[in-house]
């Protein structure tokens, strides 16, 4: 079984459509994030959510909003989207009880595409 | 704040080289340190950690030794394989809760046969 999966793998979309990207996890964490991975390469957190509660909310865009029904599910929707959202999206889960011991795992990625 | 800095490749090396890629980090506290790697069309998997000074982390033939004196985790591999090529992240943690991971801006490598 898959630990952190996320669906679609691929979103292809045109400016201005509203989306969504959904992330489970089945390790029994209790915290999970939302990453950005640029053109570049570079990844930088967007959200952190620890018992379904909002924890980071790094400088995104009101447009990106996070949702967790459950410890184990973490959606990402986001409204009108723009050329400058294309990016690979990673949701990640942790342990947050461990400390700064605990590594993140990782999903296989979104890939977006604003056209 | 916190930040990790690696050296930007493409990096390319010859089958069964010996492999470093440099990380060092800034740090206000005491992180835990981690390397990460991305293989093409996947996510990210854990490659090795250490969480304190002088600690060595090591996994399929790689290692990294925790070194505070410096501020540096660098990755190392004594002799590298195709399979290896991929993108490598160096990064931190210094919170617990739910803090994120603080990454540098990954490092391609290209092994050639």
């Known amino acids: 079984d898959t630990a952190v999966s996320q669906t679609p793998k691929y979103l292809v979309t045109q400016m201005g459509n509203d989306k969504s990207i959904k992330c489970e996890q089945n390790l029994g964490h209790d915290t999970m994030y939302w990453y950005k991975q640029d053109s570049k390469k570079f990844l930088k957190i967007m959200f952190s959510y620890n018992n379904k509660e909002l924890i980071i909310n790094e400088t995104v865009p009101n447009r990106f909003s996070p949702k967790s029904p459950d410890k184990a599910h973490l959606n990402l929707h986001i409204n009108s989207l723009e050329l400058g959202d294309s990016a690979v999206y990673f949701c990640a889960s942790s342990q947050a009880g461990t400390g700064r011991f605990t590594e993140a795992f990782f999903g296989q990625g979104t890939r977006l595409t604003v056209v | 704040g916190d930040s990790v800095t690696q050296m930007e490749g493409p990096v390319t090396l010859s089958e069964e080289a010996f492999l470093t890629i440099n990380c060092t980090y800034t740090a206000t506290g005491y992180p835990s340190l981690f390397w990460y790697v991305q293989y093409p069309g996947e996510g990210l998997q854990l490659l090795l950690k250490a969480t304190k000074a002088d600690d060595k982390g090591s996994n399929k033939g790689f290692e990294a030794t925790y070194r505070k004196e410096t501020t540096s985790f660098h990755l190392e591999k004594g002799s590298v394989q195709v399979s290896d090529s991929a993108v490598y992240f160096c990064?931190?943690?210094?919170?617990?809760?739910?803090?994120?991971?603080?990454f540098g801006k990954g490092t391609h490598l290209i092994i050639q046969p």
């Open positions: 990064a931190l943690r210094e919170g617990g809760g739910a803090d994120g991971l603080t």
